[in-house]
């Protein structure tokens, strides 16, 4: 143990974000008996994956900063814990970490992975000419999607290496098990057994298009009265979209959840999970779904067109043609055959492409190789 390869991740906050989902689940699976993980992360509110991450065998450590500068400057202390902890390599993740740690590898020389979760046309101008100017100094990009790999080289053209390692997500944790959890989310929030449920799992943010989201929810309930839609998730936009809520009278026929670190029973609650985005890296959320047998219906954001390649893995539309999404769904609810079809064919893709011990096998080979 005492030879262990220590791998510091840094990361702007742990809160329940795609990026953050990640670092737990890829710990459970990583071999502890060669690797010992370490997380700083710097918003001290967004925290919901520090127990889980503990509970995991991980080693956290806030270090509080109010805002982004304020987080540059706790450069110093990186430095010093990654003096007195030894550290093998840091894994940085999303473009304020990266920097930091960029600027930490200038500083001592320590190898820097760095995972870039999306794609670079979609940053504030400010965040894509800092990523431009300091990306080549770490030592390896990672995308977690050919689209987001693309978008490094187009955009940074970096002369550093850059590969794609793609998100996963762990389907033996996501697995459609339990027909109690299913009744019991659907009664806690007073939905019928029978009932045909619509959802989504994100943080409410604008690219997500929630707005959106409750428009095809509102379509779809016209249509049909035994639809019901479920979000779990929370952000800034929350109070806009409660209001674009009571403005469509939709009343309790979409439930709000709230944020929920425990995620699995809401999916085994869902018959289809919708997403509406107008851009994406390679949705963690989405691969919980297809893995929990969710059918999915999405726009052709990002990396959702890579996985959901082909109508026998899910249904998907143009982002500019988001209304077809309301047609697909009720699609879905009057062929009964089809949805069990895409239910389970969601789960094989992830299985046969998007496995997190796939993920992890890639990053501990990475790992070795770029160590100190």
Same mark, same amino acid.
């Given at each position: 143990?005492?030879?262990?390869? !220590?791998?510091?991740?840094?990361?702007?906050?742990?809160?329940?974000?795609?990026? #953050?989902?990640?670092?737990?689940?890829?710990?459970?699976?990583?071999?502890?008996?060669?690797?010992?993980?370490?997380?700083?992360?710097?918003?001290?509110?967004?925290?919901?994956?520090?127990?889980?991450?503990?509970?995991?065998?991980?080693?956290?450590?806030?270090?509080?900063?109010?805002?982004?500068?304020?987080? @540059?400057?706790?450069?110093?202390?990186?430095?010093?814990?990654? &003096?007195?902890?030894?550290?093998?390599?840091?894994?940085?993740?999303?473009?304020?970490?990266?920097?930091?740690?960029?600027?930490?590898?200038?500083?001592?020389?320590?190898?820097?992975?760095?995972?870039?979760?999306?794609?670079?046309?979609?940053?504030?101008?400010?965040? &894509?000419?800092?990523?431009?100017?300091?990306?080549?100094?770490?030592?390896?990009?990672?995308?977690?999607?050919?689209?987001?790999?693309?978008?490094?080289? &187009?955009?940074? $053209?970096?002369?550093?290496?850059?590969?794609?390692?793609?998100?996963?997500?762990?389907?033996?944790?996501?697995?459609?098990?339990?027909?109690?959890?299913?009744?019991?989310?659907?009664?806690?929030?007073?939905?019928?057994?029978?009932? @045909?449920?619509?959802?989504?799992?994100?943080?409410?943010?604008?690219?997500?298009?929630?707005?959106?989201?409750?428009?095809?929810?509102?379509?779809?309930?016209?249509?049909?009265?035994?639809?019901?839609?479920?979000?779990?998730? $929370?952000?800034?936009? #929350?109070?806009?979209? !409660?209001?674009?809520?009571?403005?469509?009278?939709?009343?309790?026929?979409?439930?709000?959840?709230?944020?929920?670190?425990?995620?699995?029973?809401?999916?085994?609650?869902?018959?289809?999970?919708?997403?509406?985005?107008?851009? #994406?890296?390679?949705?963690?959320?989405?691969?919980?779904?297809?893995?929990?047998?969710?059918?999915?219906?999405?726009?052709?954001?990002?990396?959702?067109?890579?996985?959901?390649?082909?109508?026998?893995?899910?249904?998907?539309?143009?982002?500019?043609?988001?209304?077809?999404?309301?047609?697909?769904?009720?699609?879905?609810?009057?062929?009964?055959?089809?949805?069990? $079809?895409?239910?389970?064919?969601?789960?094989?893709?992830?299985?046969?492409?998007?496995?997190?011990?796939?993920?992890?096998?890639?990053?501990?080979?990475?790992?070795?190789?770029?160590?100190?």
């Amino acid at each position: 143990m005492e030879n262990r390869i !220590k791998v510091l991740h840094i990361i702007k906050s742990l809160g329940r974000g795609g990026a #953050e989902m990640l670092l737990p689940e890829t710990l459970k699976l990583h071999d502890q008996t060669s690797y010992e993980f370490h997380y700083i992360y710097f918003l001290p509110w967004k925290n919901q994956m520090v127990k889980t991450i503990e509970n995991a065998g991980g080693l956290v450590t806030c270090l509080p900063a109010k805002n982004n500068i304020a987080l @540059f400057f706790k450069y110093s202390k990186i430095r010093q814990y990654i &003096k007195d902890h030894d550290i093998d390599l840091v894994h940085a993740h999303l473009p304020w970490a990266g920097f930091v740690s960029r600027f930490v590898h200038w500083l001592t020389g320590v190898p820097v992975l760095y995972t870039e979760h999306n794609l670079q046309e979609r940053y504030h101008y400010i965040t &894509k000419s800092i990523n431009r100017l300091s990306f080549n100094s770490q030592t390896l990009a990672i995308g977690v999607s050919e689209d987001v790999t693309l978008s490094i080289k &187009k955009n940074i $053209a970096p002369a550093i290496q850059v590969q794609t390692v793609l998100n996963g997500v762990n389907t033996v944790s996501f697995e459609r098990t339990n027909t109690t959890d299913r009744q019991k989310i659907r009664s806690q929030y007073g939905i019928p057994d029978n009932a @045909f449920v619509i959802g989504t799992v994100a943080v409410f943010r604008f690219q997500k298009r929630l707005d959106l989201w409750l428009e095809i929810l509102s379509t779809c309930i016209q249509a049909n009265p035994n639809i019901y839609g479920l979000i779990i998730g $929370a952000g800034p936009l #929350e109070a806009e979209l !409660k209001t674009k809520h009571d403005q469509l009278n939709l009343g309790n026929r979409v439930v709000f959840a709230g944020l929920q670190t425990e995620v699995k029973p809401y999916y085994e609650a869902m018959d289809v999970f919708m997403m509406s985005s107008s851009f #994406e890296g390679l949705p963690i959320a989405l691969l919980e779904a297809m893995s929990m047998e969710c059918a999915i219906v999405a726009t052709k954001a990002g990396g959702i067109k890579e996985v959901i390649h082909d109508s026998s893995y899910g249904l998907t539309c143009e982002v500019e043609n988001w209304k077809e999404l309301a047609p697909l769904c009720l699609n879905l609810l009057n062929n009964t055959e089809k949805l069990t $079809a895409l239910q389970h064919s969601a789960r094989l893709r992830v299985i046969d492409k998007f496995s997190m011990i796939t993920m992890v096998t890639q990053l501990e080979s990475l790992y070795l190789k770029h160590k100190k």
